[in-house]
């Protein structure tokens, strides 16, 4: 008996435990034979002996299994072995794309105004020169009407010079209370290393009875946003002068790339310009024909801010498709 | 605008205000500080005396001056040709340090001793003003022998660049921004009046007149001159310099250096030369042109007011005979003037038509002080003038409703004392509301509204308390939002997809546009002043900017480019529409262990899959489109709804060697084909279904859309989806082709039986055997 558990010990494989199970256990196998022998026992001994064989056979059978549990385990880590893989070869793929930064900080903004219940407006990219002008309080040959180089067609139509025309298109459509944001590609005739032809701005505009909506209101809205946009920065609003605005201001923020310390990309001021908002100039509301109004406005240029916001060195290279650019964004 | 603090000094005492103070309170009252300097001179540079100047007795070039420098006398050898005409200059002494590793060191030059350097502006890091060394005057104090130069604020200023807007044409000048700074410093102005001391013995009215024809929509001033020992002083160089507008000409200057300080617009005239009979008058006629003011003088045409003037007829520094003119004119009528007239303008017409100071006699008053003070010119007494008549502009002030503007409670008193600092003439009533009288040098205030950024900006935005907004109304979702968000989401599915997103200018080259054969924008309604001949129309497809940027990427070694964009395209009568367009050029994947480094080139079944994750699905049938960028073998239309939505397909070998493009796929569908549709779920069958492979044989060039819109109409109600999973072509089929289609077959009602089945797919190869032929193989 001694020697049935040494031949399952010494089983090397899983194929040759299963002939030693065989040999062992099978109908012809050698506890069968043991077990036979049962009917020679004399009436008295045969509990015992039989007693005797179901322990022999319960250990043999112990044993066999724990070989068993061995053997398969190495046979397992055998096979998985031989499909072993250099899992770090598969590092970075690139099989994803990358979001535009431009577009993403656009997302971002809009973020915060549809959070705030502000309807996003659109409007058409050829405007008219009522729209882009003349119902922004900026008539022919108004002086700011220089500061926009604009693209012209043949039939006097334009190219918009910002979104504030959907301002207008919205308060024709809309009655106030209005709450808006317009964001889109805007066109102006420059180009050089700071001006792209096209370039994306977004536009608010908030509307409501007389009384309503101050510039307080407008300030703390901005001083959220930019809190929201750069985090921990000081918020400056300075007076500043736009046609369709009165009061008007620029808003700046303290520079987030020298602590405030005075650098290159803030001309060493500390401070960074980064949007214009004011108080809705009364003829605008005129030229829409609302009565009883009061409302803020303000803008910005979305390329500005994810320069900003992810260093970004050229403005140009934003308008190329470079995948050097973008790649990093993946 | 630039200005600096000596100079401001002239009308303010900025003595208790700080650089720092001052730079806030110009930005806090709008006035946008861009730039800032401090100038400052080395320690050990002092006024020094020349007491003789010889030439070097070995160096031509070379002179050897003995400088009394208060501490004693120096010998200083120097090379610049003007110190000859110096006495007193600047001496930068033995220890003086004029630079990083600049210091003045005992030095001998061709054997002669020199203990220091006599220096030019530049050299103390003052801007240029001229060759040779700077020679010291009066004009920045009182010249004393040993001081260090330092301690001369005028030299050693600080020069502050502010931004104005296109409304402060008040503050274009140093008088202006001093008047807007004292009213927030609480400051007072102080008034500059002179009145000539030494005039010419006969009156202006004597050798001159004016005449006027038609009603004239100005203010003019005019005074007369005889000229002589002009010259531009230390003090006004150095100024003009910091502001960049430093001439050559001592009497350009000394006009520019007027119009900087007070913001009067003065022009002169060289008279001199206007040959009078004895009793003639120099006569100077103004006339309405059209509502464009012509001066002209003795017959000949000078100046448009206002606008330009005849070059021929400027004065310089050698006139002998000087009209100078100073002059007014509304700006909004002037704008329009030039506008509508097309009219050319010089320099002044910037201080113009922004708004000048209408106060002439300012102008013409510091005219004569400085002409008295540093020259030896004589103006002839008394001046003529015409003075427009204006109306003074009056607007009336609502506490209440600058208050609601502003959003915080500013009491009635306050709001009157800041219009008062500002020189508004407040008439004070007992309630809410009084009336403003407008100063006239402030064109841009007209309203309630203008009159409120004015309390804005005294009381400083920064000190106005934020409140937030109250929400009274219901949600705002409309169907542009909705439009975003599908756009957002089609963004990162293309991402998801492998596409890099791309922007690109809005233009096309026309050209390029006709060369493929995409619609180009009616000539009528196309634009007039492109910026470059790349961008001379607006595009009417993206994918010309997308091959081109791809190109760009390949020059940069990029063997896989694959980007997209969403954005608008126009059609040839310039109406707008969204699509979505990708490019995909070169390798199919990256290059890694699993493709040896060598990946395959993208192909059109690569390209259709990413297409199929990113908008889901469509058909694709054989091409209609006619753009040259088409592959007639491997392009189709894309349809989806039933209706075509766009086209894919393999760049025509011509583009890419064009363009030097890999193989390249592009695809461009109509954005409103892909927003959300709403969705409603069918039954889902309780029963098995069973799969069915038909393998028929047909004509070769029989597209496979033909097939399943033919299975497609039979509405078999068991057939519950089929799709093409094998085509095989070979010699011996010839020009047939085996297809196989599979079939899923499954019952809403009932477990299937055979007869089911085989009525299902007798049925489809009956209907497929008569319409083309079809056999099973
Ligand atoms: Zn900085």
Redesign the interface.
């Known amino acids: 008996m001694k020697n049935l558990e040494e031949q399952i010990r010494d089983a090397s494989s899983l194929d040759a435990l299963s002939r030693v199970r065989i040999e062992l256990f099978g109908k012809k196998g050698a506890l069968s034979k043991e077990f036979a022998k049962l009917k020679d026992v004399p009436g008295p001994e045969k509990k015992a002996f039989a007693e005797g064989l179901n322990r022999q056979k319960a250990h043999l059978q112990d044993v066999y299994d724990t070989c068993y549990e061995t053997l398969k385990k190495e046979e397992i880590e055998r096979l998985l072995k031989a499909q072993a893989i250099d899992v770090s070869l598969y590092s970075n793929l690139n099989e994803k794309g990358a979001l535009h930064p431009v577009m993403t900080t656009m997302d971002k903004i809009i973020d915060y105004f549809v959070a705030l219940n502000f309807s996003i407006e659109d409007g058409p990219k050829v405007e008219d020169d009522f729209h882009n002008f003349e119902a922004l309080n900026l008539p022919k040959n108004h002086p700011a009407r220089d500061m926009q180089d604009t693209f012209f067609f043949r039939d006097k139509a334009v190219l918009r010079t910002h979104t504030s025309p959907v301002q207008i298109r919205t308060m024709l459509a809309q009655k106030p209370p209005i709450r808006m944001i317009a964001p889109g590609a805007v066109f102006r005739k420059d180009y050089d290393i700071t001006h792209t032809p096209m370039f994306h701005q977004v536009e608010g505009l908030v509307v409501g009875e007389t009384g309503e909506v101050s510039f307080a209101n407008l300030k703390s809205i901005m001083s959220d946003f930019l809190h929201y946009m750069f985090g921990e920065v000081e918020v400056r609003f300075r007076p500043s002068f736009f046609p369709f605005t009165e009061p008007s201001a620029e808003v700046d923020i303290s520079c987030i790339f020298c602590k405030a310390e005075g650098c290159r990309v803030c001309s060493h001021t500390g401070w960074l310009e980064v949007l214009g908002c004011g108080i809705v100039d009364q003829n605008v509301f005129d030229a829409v024909n609302y009565k009883d109004v009061s409302g803020y406005a303000f803008g910005l240029g979305v390329e500005r801010f994810a320069m900003l916001l992810h260093k970004i060195p050229d403005l140009r290279m934003l308008f190329e498709g470079d995948t050097r650019l973008l790649e990093q964004f993946r | 605008m630039i200005l600096t603090r000596t100079w401001l000094d002239i009308f303010i005492d900025l003595k208790k205000v700080s650089n720092e103070k001052l730079y806030e309170t110009l930005?806090?009252?709008?006035l946008?500080?861009?730039?800032?300097k401090e100038y400052t001179i080395p320690p050990k540079v002092v006024v020094g005396k020349i007491l003789s100047c010889e030439k070097h007795p070995d160096a031509d070039k070379l002179n050897i001056c003995q400088i009394d420098i208060g501490s004693g006398i120096r010998q200083i050898v120097c090379g610049a040709k003007n110190v000859v005409d110096a006495e007193y200059v600047a001496v930068a002494t033995v220890g003086a340090k004029l630079g990083e590793d600049f210091e003045i060191k005992h030095a001998k030059l061709r054997g002669v001793d020199s203990e220091g350097m006599v220096c030019s502006a530049s050299e103390l890091g003052l801007p240029d003003i001229g060759d040779g060394i700077m020679i010291l005057d009066e004009s920045i104090g009182e010249l004393i022998v040993g001081r260090e130069l330092n301690e001369y604020k005028k030299l050693a200023d600080t020069v502050i660049e502010i931004e104005l807007?296109?409304?402060?044409g008040d503050c274009l000048s140093i008088h202006g921004v001093a008047r807007d700074l004292s009213a927030s410093l609480k400051i007072p102005l102080n008034r500059f009046d002179y009145e000539s001391q030494n005039p010419e013995k006969i009156g202006l009215a004597r050798v001159s007149k004016l005449i006027v024809k038609g009603k004239i929509d100005a203010s003019v001033q005019y005074a007369l001159a005889n000229m002589e020992e002009l010259y531009t002083s230390l003090l006004f160089s150095l100024r003009l310099a910091f502001i960049d507008e430093l001439q050559s000409d001592a009497l350009k200057n000394t006009l520019k250096y007027i119009t900087h300080t007070t913001g009067v617009i003065l022009r002169a005239y060289d008279v001199g030369h206007i040959k009078l009979e004895e009793d003639e008058k120099l006569t100077i006629k103004l006339e309405n042109n059209r509502g464009i003011v012509d001066v002209i003088i003795n017959d000949k045409l000078y100046s448009k007011l206002g606008i330009t003037h005849v070059q021929e007829i400027e004065a310089t520094e050698k006139s002998s005979r000087v009209l100078f003119e100073t002059s007014y004119m509304n700006?909004t009528i002037l704008?329009?003037l030039?506008?509508?007239n097309r009219l050319e303008t010089d320099e002044l017409f910037y201080n113009t038509?922004?708004g000048s100071e209408p106060n002439l006699c300012f102008g013409i008053n510091y005219l004569t002080y400085l002409l008295e003070s540093y020259t030896k010119s004589k103006l002839f007494e008394g001046n003529i003038s015409l003075d427009e008549e204006r109306e003074d502009k009056i607007v009336t002030v609502c506490t209440t409703e600058v208050c609601?503007?502003?959003?915080?409670d500013i009491p009635k008193i306050n709001i009157m004392t800041i219009l008062t600092d500002l020189r508004f003439k407040v008439q004070s009533t007992a309630d809410d509301k009084f009336g403003v009288t407008i100063p006239n040098y402030r064109h841009d205030i007209e309203?309630i509204?203008?009159i409120?950024?004015e309390i804005?900006?005294m009381i400083g935005?920064?000190n106005?308390?934020?409140?937030?907004?109250e929400?009274?109304?219901s949600?705002?979702?409309?169907s542009?939002?909705e439009?975003?968000y599908a756009k957002?989401s089609l963004?990162?599915r293309?991402?998801?997809?492998?596409?890099?997103?791309?922007?690109?200018?809005?233009?096309s080259d026309k050209l390029l546009l006709a060369k493929y054969n995409f619609p180009l924008i009616d000539?009528?309604?196309?634009?007039?002043?492109?910026?470059?001949s790349d961008?001379n129309t607006?595009r009417t497809t993206l994918l010309i900017?997308?091959i081109q940027?791809?190109e760009?990427?390949i020059n940069?070694s990029?063997k896989r480019?694959?980007?997209?964009?969403i954005?608008?395209i126009?059609d040839n009568n310039?109406k707008?529409r969204e699509v979505l367009s990708l490019i995909y050029s070169g390798q199919s994947?990256?290059e890694?262990?699993?493709n040896a480094g060598k990946p395959k080139p993208i192909t059109f079944d690569i390209f259709v899959k990413k297409l199929s994750a990113i908008i889901g699905n469509f058909e694709l049938r054989a091409s209609t489109k006619d753009n040259l960028l088409i592959n007639p073998y491997q392009s189709a239309d894309i349809i989806i709804n039933n209706e075509v939505s766009g086209f894919i397909t393999k760049v025509h070998p011509n583009v890419c060697e064009d363009f030097n493009l890999f193989d390249t796929f592009v695809a461009e569908i109509d954005f409103e084909a892909l927003s959300p549709k709403h969705i409603n779920a069918h039954t889902i069958s309780k029963f098995q279904g069973v799969y069915k492979d038909l393998s028929l044989v047909v004509d070769k060039h029989l597209p496979y859309s033909h097939i399943s819109n033919t299975i497609q109409l039979l509405d078999l109600p068991l057939l519950s989806n089929f799709y093409a999973v094998d085509v095989y072509e070979d010699k011996e089929l010839g020009e047939e082709k085996s297809l196989t289609i599979r079939l899923f077959i499954q019952s809403l009602e009932d477990t299937l039986n055979d007869k089911d089945i085989d009525y299902t797919v007798n049925t489809i190869l009956e209907k497929l055997h008569n319409e083309y032929g079809a056999k099973l193989r």
Not at chain 2, 165 to 168: E, M, V, Y
Not at chain 2, 404 to 408: A, F, K
Not at chain 2, 475 to 478: H, K, L, S, T, V
């Open positions: 930005n806090s009252i709008g946008e500080v861009d730039n800032i807007t296109a409304n402060r700006p704008t329009n030039v506008a509508e038509s922004r609601q503007l502003i959003g915080n309203n509204q203008d409120t950024e804005v900006r935005i920064n106005i308390e934020a409140k937030p907004l929400f009274k109304e949600q705002r979702i409309n542009t939002m439009r975003y957002k963004r990162s293309a991402v998801g997809a492998g596409f890099d997103e791309s922007i690109s200018y809005a233009f000539e009528k309604l196309d634009i007039i002043n492109p910026i470059t961008f607006l900017n997308l940027a791809v760009r990427n940069y990029k480019v694959a980007l997209f964009e954005g608008t126009f310039r707008e994947e990256t890694y262990v699993g």
